[in-house]
C-alpha cells in the first residue's frame, strides 16, 4: 500500500504571499497523486490530480502543483493566497491499478490579512 | 456538485449500542467508501465497495461492516460503539478508481 507525508501540519500565511505545501508520498513503479481541500465543516473538494503527462498540474482556486519523480513529490503552490483560502489541505495518492486512495495527514493553511 | 448525502449529520449514541451510517448517491457511480477522519491522521479507509454486494476491507475496519444491496446506498454499521469510534465520518462516491467526490460527513460521538 502507498503511503504519503505532508511535512508541515501547520503553515501561516500573510495574504497575498505565495504559500508551498510539501507530499511526498513511497515509491511505486506508477502513481496518481491528488490534492484536496476541507474548507471549514465541510466534506473534501478535489483541487487537482495527477494522472500521466505534464508534471505540472493546474488545479482550481490559482493552485498548481509539481509531480517530481526521483523525489517523490507532489508539492502544491499558490503564487498568492487570499483569506478565503484557510483551509486544511490533502495530499493523497493511489498506486496503478489500486482502487484505494492513501491521505496524509493534512496541512492547515491559515491566512493572515 | 455530485448528489452524494448522509444521515445522520450528527449522533450521539452510548458505548455498546449499535449505529448505523447511511450514504446515498445521485449519480450511479459504481464505487462508494467509507473514511473516518481523526486530527493528526487525515483520512483513513475503513470500507469501500465496487458494486452492489461487493465490499473490501480498508486499513481501518475492526469494528465496522458494511453492506451495499442498491447502487446509491452504502451503509456502514458499528456493531457495538466504543468511545474509540467517536470520529467524523466521510462517504465518498466515483465511477472510476482515482477521482472520489466527497459528501458533508457525519458527525459521530460515542460517550
Known amino acids: 500500500a502507498q503511503s504519503v507525508t505532508q511535512l508541515d501540519s501547520q503553515v501561516p500565511v500573510f495574504e497575498e504571499a505565495p504559500v508551498e505545501l510539501r507530499c511526498n508520498y513511497s515509491s511505486s513503479v506508477s502513481v496518481y497523486l491528488f490534492w484536496y481541500v476541507q474548507y471549514p465543516n465541510q466534506g473534501l473538494q478535489l483541487l487537482l490530480k495527477y494522472l500521466s503527462g505534464s508534471t505540472l498540474v493546474k488545479g482550481i482556486n490559482g493552485f498548481e502543483a509539481e509531480f517530481n519523480k526521483s523525489q517523490t513529490s507532489f508539492h502544491l503552490r499558490k503564487p498568492s493566497v487570499h483569506i478565503s483560502d484557510t483551509a486544511e489541505y490533502f495530499c493523497a495518492v493511489a498506486g496503478s491499478g489500486d482502487y484505494k486512495l492513501s491521505f496524509g495527514a493534512g496541512t492547515t493553511v491559515t491566512v493572515r490579512a | 456538485d455530485a448528489g452524494i448525502t448522509q444521515s445522520p449529520r450528527h449522533k450521539v449514541t452510548e458505548t455498546g449500542t449499535p449505529v448505523t451510517l447511511r450514504c446515498h448517491q445521485t449519480?450511479?457511480?459504481?464505487?462508494m467508501y467509507w473514511y473516518r477522519q481523526d486530527p493528526g491522521h487525515g483520512l483513513r479507509l475503513i470500507h469501500y465497495s465496487y458494486g452492489v454486494k461487493d465490499t473490501d476491507k480498508g486499513e481501518v475496519s475492526d469494528g465496522y461492516s458494511v453492506s451495499r444491496s442498491k447502487t446509491e446506498d452504502f451503509l456502514l454499521t458499528l456493531e457495538s460503539a466504543t468511545s474509540s469510534q467517536t470520529s467524523v465520518y466521510f462517504c465518498?462516491?466515483?465511477?472510476?478508481?482515482?477521482?472520489?467526490?466527497f459528501g458533508p460527513g457525519t458527525r459521530l460521538t460515542v460517550t
Open positions: 449519480e450511479n457511480h459504481r464505487y
Open positions: 465518498a462516491i466515483s465511477d472510476n478508481p482515482y477521482e472520489q467526490y
